[in-house]
Nanobody, 125 residues
Framework: QVQLVESGGGLVQAGGSLRLSCEASGRTFSTYAMGWFRQAPGKEREFVAAISWRGLNTYYTDSVKGRFTISRDNTKIAVYLRMNSLKPEDTAVYYC??????????????????WGQGTQVTVSS
């Protein structure tokens, strides 16, 4: 398994941008599919984006398509989520996750083996 630590969350006004980072430990990081999920208060954790182990394939939930971009740098053992045009409904705790097997679109939580502790993103109107 890999250990994951998210950072980059914060408070931003609607229309603004943030970039979340997820740093991983473990020599096998480059073989893992990576994903971002989010959980708003009172709601279930939901899929946001996923990226294959070499970064050639990406998937997004419909509500963030065209606004969010997932990327990874296997040399830095990190995955990123660039979030533009943020909306109040994007407010949530964002979690990074790693999965040993790539099975697109990787939108189910059960596809992932390791999770970070989360980072809060708050978008004010």
């Amino acid at each position: 398994q890999v250990q994951l630590v998210e950072s980059g969350g914060g408070l931003v006004q609607a229309g603004g941008s943030l970039r979340l980072s997820c740093e991983a430990s473990g020599r096998t990081f480059s073989t893992y599919a990576m994903g971002w999920f989010r959980q708003a208060p009172g709601k279930e954790r939901e899929f946001v984006a996923a990226i294959s182990w070499r970064g050639l394939n990406t998937y997004y939930t419909d509500s963030v398509k065209g606004r969010f971009t997932i990327s990874r740098d296997n040399t830095k053992i990190a995955v990123y989520l660039r979030m533009n045009s943020l909306k109040p409904e994007d407010t949530a705790v964002y979690y990074c996750a790693a999965g040993r097997n790539w099975s697109p679109p990787m939108s189910s939580r059960t596809r992932y083996d390791s999770w970070g502790q989360g980072t809060q993103v708050t978008v004010s109107s």
